[in-house]
């Protein structure tokens, strides 16, 4: 369906009506999470089903996920219309099991941080905090990152 002049918004009205800053919206943009038109003059102007995306991209921060997570999930809707409900209800449901993922890393997180609390050694053997990939087991004796860690602390 063509789209006239007037049924497009103008890069402050799709940033007003999303809830974001028209600098939020056009970083967006060059992230590919929402497209424009460019008008004779050269100005921006969204079409309405900018908006369902930019709704799409402000429920996947508020459940945690990375930009690009979320700009995967929109690559995979059609370009040409609005997401439908169909496409939300899979698209969530994908989401949700990402957020159960992350769910579990911190659950593994808090139980390291817990084992921290009242020890205070520091350890780069014994912390999986201070050393969660055993990298300076990788480097060998009196590596390169020990020092780089002992350093730090001086
Ligand atoms: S500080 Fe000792 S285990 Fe983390």
Redesign the pocket.
């Known amino acids: 369906m063509p789209h006239t002049s007037h049924s497009l918004l103008t890069v402050g009205e799709a940033a007003s009506r999303a809830g974001i800053t028209v600098p939020t919206l056009r970083y967006y943009e060059e992230r590919g999470l929402v497209h424009s038109q460019r008008t004779a003059g050269n100005q921006r102007r969204y079409q309405r089903l900018a908006l369902r995306r930019l709704a799409i991209v402000a429920a996947g921060q508020r459940v945690g996920l990375s930009l690009d997570q979320i700009k995967a999930a929109l690559d995979e809707l059609p370009a040409d219309r609005a997401p439908s409900q169909a496409d939300w209800s899979a698209m969530s449901r994908r989401w949700a099991g990402l957020v159960a993922r992350r769910i579990r890393e911190l659950q593994v997180l808090e139980s390291?941080l817990e084992?921290?609390i009242g020890?205070?050694?520091?350890?780069l053997g014994?912390?999986?905090?201070?050393n969660p990939d055993d990298a300076a087991a990788e480097e060998g004796a009196g590596s390169r990152w020990a020092r780089r860690a002992r350093d730090a602390g001086t």
């Open positions: 390291s084992s921290c020890c205070g050694c520091l350890s014994r912390c999986s905090l201070i």
